[in-house]
Nanobody
Framework: QLQASGGGLVQAGGSLRLSCVASGFSLDGFAVTWFRQAPGKEREGIICIQMRGSSVNYLDSVKGRFTVSRDNAKNTVFLQMNSLKPEDTALYSCAARGYIC?????????RGKGTLVTVSS
């Protein structure tokens, strides 16, 4: 399973680093996608990291602010979020499916519980 952590309350302009830890399987054989769901809105794919570390960005609004990385030795993927804005407030989660990046949440093999990020103005 996957578990996201690291969320919290932060002021606009601040930063947070989220972690996505896998248990029961090895993440190094998977591409991992970060998703978020804001209150009253649909879930959206943010960014994906491929097995060898290259990333695919799905959301224009976070380009230049969010980056993704992985530490396979720790079985963990990270989401570094800088210059946070109130509109980034959402429940953030991670999911994994095969070795090709995807933002199809339903098709993910592993889906984790989220961590809440709240950005105050």
């Amino acid at each position: 399973q996957l578990q996201a952590s690291g969320g919290g309350l932060v002021q606009a302009g601040g930063s947070l680093r989220l972690s996505c830890v896998a248990s029961g399987f090895s993440l190094d054989g998977f591409a991992v996608t970060w998703f978020r769901q804001a209150p009253g809105k649909e879930r959206e794919g943010i960014i994906c990291i491929q097995m060898r570390g290259s990333s695919v960005n799905y959301l224009d609004s976070v380009k230049g602010r969010f980056t993704v990385s992985r530490d396979n030795a720790k079985n963990t993927v990270f989401l570094q979020m800088n210059s946070l804005k109130p509109e980034d407030t959402a429940l953030y989660s991670c999911a994994a499916r095969g070795y090709i990046c995807s933002r199809d949440y339903i098709g993910m093999r592993y889906r984790g519980k989220g961590t809440l990020v709240t950005v105050s103005s």
